[in-house]
């Protein structure tokens, strides 16, 4: 059974450049969350995706966006890169009738210069 | 608004040692959802537990053990004759009933062990 995975590993950006993470969903997940990890801190909630539709945000800027394709893989989009943007970004799959828990994939490790 | 209190920063213990882990948590909601997520250094949060609001009742895995009381809004967890292996960040979480809600987490706790 595979679990959360993300794409790219690690990613180096300069400033106002735009990035895009991937994520596929644990098996027979439907419903993916992304998170910003900065260095020494806990994961913070960027925003949620089910059934193609963005359910809930938290207090991210419009230049993190995010999409869900049919198959309930997912990407996470940023603009215009700041260097406060530079951390480790985490997502999440669950399944949407809730509540149920949310499992983590590894990261990408996203460095602004 | 919901906040997840860790206020042990860092934690050095030697091996066989028991360590316990505090988590004191803020919600208005009367249902809720806690978490436990272990972060070794690679990165990946891997889920430990999970409890109802609803639920007291304290559980053990293994040389795992949490102590949830409502009274004092504290979801503390306690690794028992701790090992290297245990070495990690610790994240308290704590969601609101419903569907598919967000995860609020502590700061974290990291824990080293020695031999």
């Known amino acids: 059974d595979a679990g959360v995975t993300q794409s790219p590993t690690h990613l180096i950006k300069t400033r106002g450049q735009q990035v895009t993470l991937r994520c596929s969903p644990k098996?027979?997940?439907?419903?993916v969350s992304w998170y910003q990890q900065a260095l020494g801190q806990g994961p913070q909630f960027i925003f949620q995706y089910y059934e193609e539709e963005e359910r809930q945000r938290g207090n991210f800027p419009d230049r993190f966006s995010g999409h869900q394709f049919p198959n309930y893989s997912s990407e996470l989009n940023v603009n215009a890169l700041l260097l406060g943007d530079s951390a480790l970004y985490l997502c999440?799959?669950?399944?949407?009738?809730?509540?149920?828990?949310?499992?983590f994939g590894p990261g990408t490790r996203l460095t602004v210069l | 608004a919901q906040k997840v209190t860790q206020a042990q920063t860092e934690i050095s213990v030697v091996e066989k040692e028991d360590v316990t882990l505090d988590c004191v948590y803020e919600t208005r909601d009367t249902t809720y959802y806690l978490f436990w997520y272990k972060q070794p250094p690679s990165g990946e949060l891997v889920f430990l537990i999970r409890r109802n609001s609803f639920d007291e009742q304290n559980e053990i895995s293994g040389r795992y053990s949490w102590n949830f009381q409502k009274s004092t809004s504290s979801f503390n967890f306690t690794i028992t004759a701790s090992q290297v292996v245990d070495s990690a960040v610790y994240f308290c979480?704590?969601?609101?009933?419903?569907?598919?809600?967000?995860?609020?987490f502590g700061t974290g706790t990291r824990l080293q062990v020695t031999l």
């Open positions: 979480a704590l969601s609101e009933a419903g569907t598919a809600s967000k995860l609020t």
């Open positions: 999440a799959s669950s399944l949407f009738q809730g509540p149920d828990t949310q499992y």
């Open positions: 098996s027979g997940h439907d419903t």
